[in-house]
């Protein structure tokens, strides 16, 4: 697909998924939850992915959730930096 510069790294033993489009989008897919950052419009979505798959409920400004925001974020910064993917989050 012309126009697409993402970039997907799967954790096998963790069961992790990280994703980038561009310079715009950074996800990780991890317990069962995705979370999206959109760093430009400061924006972060938490899906529950076996709750809600078609991902329509964003789960991120929940108070019940987050901790759970936080340790994604985490991980997602960790496998960033392993990516070597620079984009600040």
């Known amino acids: 697909m012309s126009g697409w510069h993402g970039r997907i790294c799967v954790a096998t033993r963790t069961m992790t998924i990280y994703g980038a489009y561009m310079n715009l989008q950074r996800m990780i897919r991890k317990y069962g939850f995705e979370l999206l950052v959109y760093p430009k419009i400061n924006r972060v979505l938490l899906l529950a992915m076996r709750n809600d798959p078609n991902e329509m409920t964003d789960l991120a ?4 959730y987050q901790l759970k925001v936080k340790t994604c974020f985490k991980d997602l ?3 960033q930096k392993t990516m070597n993917h620079k984009l600040g989050l």
């Open 61 to 64: 400004r929940q108070p019940q």
């Open 77 to 79: 910064k960790e496998l």
